[in-house]
Structures are given as C-alpha cells and as structure tokens.
C-alpha cells in the first residue's frame, strides 16, 4: 500500500493566482472562487469546511462542518454549544476554517476569533430547518457517549409525539459562531510544486496582501 501512495501523482494545472489580480478585500475573493467552485457544478458539498479548534487537552482537533452564511463581518456555521468544539472554542475562540475544492485544484484557509451570534439569528436560523433536523438537535447531547443507537431513536420517536403539530423550541444550548476572519491564505495549485499562495493579514482595518513559498 505505501508503494501505491508513493506513486500518487498529480501535476496541477487548472489555474493561476497573483497578487495583481485577487481582489482587495478577501471576503470578495472568498466569495469569487466560491461561485467559480459552484459554477462548476463539480464539488458535492461546497460549503462543507474543516473546522480546527484548540482543545482543552492541549490537542487540536479538526471536524467537518457547514458554513451556513457569509457576511462582510465573517463565516457562520451552527452547532451544539456544549459539544467537544464548543467548549473548546469557550476556552480558545482563535480557529480555522479550511476548504479543499480538489477539481479546482484550489484551497482556503482562514483564521479567525469565533464568538456565538444572536439568539434571535440561530432561533430564526433552528426554525428555517426541516423539522426532523430540528428534532435531531433536540435529541443529540453533541460529542457526550451514548449506550446504543436505539437510545437516540427511541428519544427521536417520543420528540416526534411529543411535538406533532407544534413548534419545536430551539435548545439554548444550539446556535450559531460567527467567525471574524484575521488571516486568509488562498492556495492555487501549479506545475512542478510550485504553487501560488496568497496570503491576507489583518492590519487595522486593511488587509496586508503578500505571497508566500509554496
Ligand atoms: C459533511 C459534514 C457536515 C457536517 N456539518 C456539521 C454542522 O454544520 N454542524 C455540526 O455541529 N456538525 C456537523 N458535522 C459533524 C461534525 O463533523 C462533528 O462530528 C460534530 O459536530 C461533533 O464534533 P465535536 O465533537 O468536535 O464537537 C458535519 C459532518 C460532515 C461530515
């Protein structure tokens, strides 16, 4: 098996980036490779990001969630408050969010400060999601162990009685981070390893916009 993972090759060469023609702001440069991503019609889930956070144990963990909005002020994406990434974010709310768009050849990294948004925006957010999402929200203690499968289901089977034909509350522990980007780095890939890198840094209220070695 190493052999075959030593001969795993690809030479890239779908696109170039440089400093002369990203633009200034790098939400809107984020949002530009966002609709070329989505134009293409070529990734599953687009807007599926790893998040890394700092944990509590000294470890740093990433996992898969969605980014749900984009704003001028940053990334949104919901979750349960007390899961594992809650609480780490609780305790260190410096993070990173990263997406790889392998047919285009092309990854985004952002570091960011998250912090939770408004009750009245995850409320409102709870409520726009099918009801079965709803009641799984109810149901699931995020990241704490569970005896069995049939645990959860039969929760699920007594929420869903409980609830028929009325609205279901949104647990206070659920809601959504925003996350305030500090750093971005744009990654296109290019022949022979030699990759473009663009990185933006937050300097007061402008982005410091330079290359990096690939
Ligand atoms: C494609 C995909 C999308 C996901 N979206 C979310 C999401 O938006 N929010 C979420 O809390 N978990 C989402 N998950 C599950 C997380 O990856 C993770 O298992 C869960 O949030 C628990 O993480 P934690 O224990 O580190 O807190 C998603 C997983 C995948 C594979």
Not at 128 to 150: C, D, F, I, T, Y
Not at 187 to 203: A, P, V
């Amino acid at each position: 098996m190493n052999q075959d993972l030593q001969n795993y090759r690809k030479s890239y060469e779908k696109g170039e980036l440089n400093q002369s023609i990203v633009c200034d702001n790098p939400i809107e440069q984020f949002q530009q490779w966002f609709k070329e991503t989505e134009a293409s019609e070529t990734v599953a889930e687009i807007n599926a990001m790893t998040l890394s956070t700092m944990g509590t144990d000294g470890f740093p963990r990433g996992r898969v969630v969605l980014l749900k909005e984009i704003t001028s002020e940053g990334f949104i994406f919901y979750t349960n408050y007390t899961s594992e990434k809650g609480i780490s974010i609780e305790a260190f709310p410096h993070v990173c969010i990263s997406f790889y768009w392998g047919i285009m050849e092309r990854q985004i990294s952002v570091k960011g400060i998250a912090e939770k948004i408004s009750e009245e925006k995850s409320t409102a957010y709870f409520h726009s999601r099918p009801r079965k999402s709803q009641l799984g929200a109810l149901v699931s203690e995020q990241s704490s162990p569970v005896e069995s499968r049939n645990v959860l289901e039969n929760r699920l089977a007594e929420l869903e009685v409980a609830y028929e034909g009325k609205e279901i509350p949104k647990p206070s522990h659920w809601g959504g981070y925003l996350i305030r980007p500090t750093a971005f780095e744009f990654w296109q890939g290019r022949r022979s390893r030699l990759h473009d890198r663009i990185q933006y840094i937050q300097e007061g209220k402008e982005w410091k916009i330079q290359r990096l070695q690939p």
